[in-house]
């Protein structure tokens, strides 16, 4: 159980941290408007990854007989969450672009979240097979990893918004960089972990 919340922490601190699109629109709908805005993009993924889960643990169970499919997939998890932790730990901060239009905020976050490919990609390489295995163990890990994963993806964007909404300037301090460096170091300890398990299931090792 702690196995499976500590992965779905780190997972859901990193992502929700990391600038990219739905972040910079929480932090623009927050500034432009108010924190309930930001508040309602923050809210999207949990909204908009339903379909998303339901599709990749459905091909990620039709290879679970074929290692070297999985050997495959884990490989390209590693890179994906390695490229993760290199952008955490290379970031200097969130830039928001204003488009002054109305507020319609989790209308904005829907499409973001929808519309980006990192979803699919997190979900099919890395959030499905961890899904998978901890379903084999127990249903209960499951539930687990994937509570904390939303809990930490949503609660740190929901954070993020209050905090820029008393400091403009919170997202260019030390403490926002240090925080994603320190998350990106652990990103990249993980990817390690996903490419040790490619190799296993390839029998190179």
Not at 56 to 80: C, R, Y
Request: charged share 10%; with cysteine; proline share 4%.
């Amino acid at each position: 159980m702690i196995h499976y919340a500590t992965i779905g922490t780190v997972l859901g601190l990193s992502a929700g941290f990391a600038p990219g699109p739905l972040l910079a629109l929480v932090i623009s709908e927050t500034l432009q408007h108010d924190v309930t805005s930001g508040v309602k993009v923050a809210l999207a993924p949990i909204i908009t990854d339903v379909p998303i889960i339901i599709l990749t643990l459905f091909v990620v169970s039709e290879l679970s007989n074929f290692h070297t499919a999985l050997g495959i997939i884990s490989f390209m998890g590693g890179s994906v969450i390695l490229f993760m932790g290199f952008d955490s730990i290379r970031t200097k901060g969130v830039e928001i672009n204003f488009q002054g239009i109305r507020p319609k905020s989790l209308t904005k976050g829907l499409l973001a979240n929808a519309l980006s490919p990192h979803p699919y990609l997190f979900w099919l390489t890395v959030g499905a097979p961890i899904m998978i295995e901890a379903i084999r163990q127990d249903i209960s890990a499951a539930l687990v990893f994937i509570m904390s994963f939303y809990i930490f993806l949503v609660g740190s964007k929901i954070v993020l918004a209050l905090l820029v909404a008393k400091s403009k300037h919170f997202l260019s301090g030390k403490i926002y960089l240090y925080t994603m460096r320190f998350l990106g170091l652990v990103l990249c300890v993980f990817a390690m972990v996903l490419f040790h398990d490619g190799f296993k299931l390839l029998k190179i090792i």
